[in-house]
């Protein structure tokens, strides 16, 4: 399930935290929307303010000076350094955590994440428990999205697998479609 697919179930006062630059306000990160100044020349993460397409779409780092190279539709954040940690609730019970190895802005992998789970605001907390499924994602503890919906990744059909590591097939990228891994077989 997508997040485009669950957008017109979810309740229209809870939706706000789909918007990230909302929600990056509600958790008092350092963010604003295009056309808002940055505090100072650095580092960002330039977003766009919502994405039911998913999968980062649109997301690139950014040197920013002013803050107004930001285009519309899109806004900047302060940038969190860290694990890239995917969790699943149901009814606001964990029940289900992804650590998401990157290159880049792109998965190359997830394993199981049993380090422990992070503690929520209660704000987001009483949110998700009116929910059969909430995937809430995390950069060094810091909660970047909220989706009302399960982690696609580590589920989609288009995957190999090998013990506890799930590894992406992206159809832009034969690395892992085209060259066959001993060890590893495709989900369907």
Request: aromatic residues 14%; proline residues 9%; glycine residues 10%.
């Amino acid at each position: 399930m997508e997040d485009y697919e669950v957008y017109n179930k979810v309740d229209p006062l809870h939706r706000w935290v789909m918007y990230k630059p909302l929600l990056s306000e509600a958790l008092h990160y350092r963010s604003g929307p295009a056309g808002m100044p940055v505090p100072e020349p650095g580092k960002y993460i330039v977003r766009p303010a919502v994405n039911l397409y998913g999968m980062g779409a649109g997301a690139r780092i950014m040197h920013l000076e002013t803050g107004f190279e930001v285009p519309p539709g899109y806004f900047w954040q302060e940038v969190f350094e860290g694990r890239h940690v995917s969790v699943d609730y149901n009814y606001g019970d964990a029940v289900y955590a992804v650590e998401g190895i990157k290159e880049g802005l792109r998965f190359r992998k997830w394993v199981p994440y049993e380090d422990g789970l992070f503690i929520l605001p209660d704000w987001l907390s009483h949110i998700i428990k009116q929910y059969e499924c909430t995937n809430v994602e995390f950069i060094g503890g810091n909660i970047i999205e909220v989706h009302f919906r399960g982690n696609p990744d580590p589920k989609a059909p288009v995957e190999v697998i090998w013990e506890d590591e799930f590894i992406p097939a992206f159809e832009d990228c034969d690395t892992w479609i085209n060259t066959p891994r001993v060890g590893f077989k495709k989900i369907k």
